[in-house]
């Protein structure tokens, strides 16, 4: 991760935030991406390496160029996307929200794809880059509840295996992480979550801390993943 120029998505927490600190230990460049400043610049000032905080609203479909102009305005050409943001709105379809399901679809789908538009043009990235994206095992488990969700996080898994056809003549390789249930603020704030006891009893190696999510996605970002692309990979927990 020397000298590699990586934009990391949802940056402020949860598994963005650990992507962000473990590639930046690893010695890369992290663009940190989120909706709270605040929170990113409590995260850089903890950080050795040098980051550049982007803040942005990934609701905000229309002008996410505005993110790639900021690092070409200082000089940065990506090696590297991770796209970590992510949100939820469980209720079952009988209670169906509109809206909620389209803020859903925007940040956890869309705005990947929007992203990666602008990510593949030569004059944003390096060639032999990487794009990846932090998709659910929800898209194995249909859970009650989770229609939203998980449908997003499907979309989402097509476009990673769709755009790495589409991004091999620039040996750009795009995959997915798929884990189960990670230690963050947002398992907590689930319907079918209620308390680290009932998740072990069906995941038994038990929840997943985030920086192990982290350390796949080092993997696939180096030189030790160059050969994978197109795929999504599961980090279950023995779910």
């Known amino acids: 991760m020397i000298g590699k120029n990586i934009l990391v998505t949802g940056a402020s927490q949860g598994i963005g935030e650990a992507v962000t600190r473990h590639l930046s230990e690893q010695g890369a460049l992290v663009v940190m991406v989120a909706r709270n400043d605040k929170k990113l610049t409590q995260i850089q000032e903890t950080l050795s390496n040098e980051t550049l905080i982007c803040q942005y609203d990934l609701n905000d479909l229309d002008n996410i160029e505005e993110i790639f102009l900021r690092c070409k305005e200082k000089g940065i050409k990506l090696d ?42 030569r004059k944003y990235s390096n060639d032999e880059s990487c794009i990846l994206a932090i998709s659910s095992n929800a898209t194995n488990t249909n859970a009650a509840g989770m229609c939203t969700y998980t449908s997003s996080k499907i979309a989402l898994e097509a476009a990673v295996k769709i755009l790495a056809k589409e991004t091999l003549k620039r040996r750009i390789r795009v995959n997915a992480i798929a884990p189960a249930w990670v230690d963050t603020e947002m398992i907590k704030k689930t319907e079918n979550y209620v308390d680290a006891k009932t998740i072990v009893d ?17 993997f696939l970002m180096s030189e030790k993943g160059k050969y994978i692309t197109g795929a999504v990979i599961p980090v279950s927990g023995g779910v």
Not at 80 to 96: K, L, Q, S, T
Not at 109 to 116: E, N, P
Not at 202 to 218: K, M
């Open 80 to 121: 590297g996307m991770v796209h970590c943001a992510g949100i939820n709105r469980d209720m079952p379809i009988r209670a169906n929200d509109t809206e909620a399901m389209n803020e859903v679809m925007r940040v956890n789908y869309m705005s990947f794809v929007t992203l990666s538009k602008f990510f593949v043009r």
């Open 202 to 218: 069906s995941q038994p190696l038990g929840i997943i801390p985030p920086v192990h999510i982290a350390y796949l996605a080092d």
